[in-house]
């Protein structure tokens, strides 16, 4: 089956410890973001990227990292340099001439 | 970062009521996508508007695309108990050559049977 596989559900970590989300898409689409979300509110976008080795800075870039060096996998870094980590992150794809995108299932990252 | 305002935030309806939300932004959006998410999940695209007053159905979801190209409307006919979750609403924007997603704060959505 097609689809956007996040991994790990959840995950914990230690303050001041960097961490990798994983976002693999077996859907062929070119664009891939990563959203962020916190209790009550709505998705904020952290980054993007519309073709392989190109990535852009979404709204609330500060404190993580991307790297898009595959067309199927988007892995964002969370920082120590990040000030509040603890949400829940999305990663979405889409074609890049397409309107619909497609979420994973989330990962849950809390900082202990 | 841009948000756009969706209303109301949060309703609580008996099962069979008729549900409408809205969605508003100061930017003109070429297309309108209506979410839902279910507790820790992502969320699930359920309805894409692709021009002004185009008015588009998903079974017991109705969507409208706003003729000003600012706002777009979701409503819900005779509730089920599974419809509770949260109800997004997100712009698409292409800038520079990039589409980005622009999406609201949500309107969650409680269904008391």
């Known amino acids: 089956d097609g689809g956007i596989t996040q991994s790990p559900k959840y995950l914990f970590r230690k303050e001041g410890q960097n961490v990798t989300l994983s976002c693999e898409q077996n859907l062929n689409h070119d664009a891939m973001y990563w959203y962020r979300q916190d209790p009550g509110q709505g998705l904020r976008l952290i980054y993007y990227?519309?073709?392989?080795?190109?990535?852009q800075k979404g709204d609330i870039a500060e404190g993580y990292s991307v790297s898009r060096e595959k067309k199927e996998s988007f892995p964002l870094t969370v920082t120590s340099a990040q000030k509040n980590p603890t949400a829940f992150y999305l990663c979405?794809?889409?074609?890049?001439?397409?309107?619909?995108?497609?979420f994973g299932q989330g990962t849950r990252l809390t900082v202990v | 970062g841009q948000q756009l305002n969706q209303s109301p935030q949060s309703m609580f309806i008996q099962e069979g009521e008729d549900v409408s939300m809205n969605c508003t932004s100061s930017s003109i959006f070429n297309t309108w996508l209506w979410y839902k998410q279910e507790p820790g999940e992502g969320p699930v695209l359920l309805i894409a508007?692709?021009?002004?007053?185009e008015l588009t159905s998903n079974g017991r979801l109705t969507a409208q695309f706003g003729i000003t190209r600012k706002d777009s409307f979701l409503n819900i006919s005779a509730s089920i108990p599974s419809d509770v979750g949260i109800y997004f609403c997100?712009?698409?924007?292409?800038?520079?050559?990039?589409?980005?997603?622009?999406f609201g704060t949500g309107t969650r959505l409680k269904v008391l049977a």
């Open positions: 979405a794809s889409s074609r890049a001439s397409s309107i619909e995108a497609f």
């Open positions: 508007l692709y021009k002004a007053g």
């Open positions: 997100a712009g698409q924007s292409y800038t520079s050559g990039t589409y980005k997603y622009i």
């Open positions: 990227s519309q073709i392989v080795n190109d990535f």
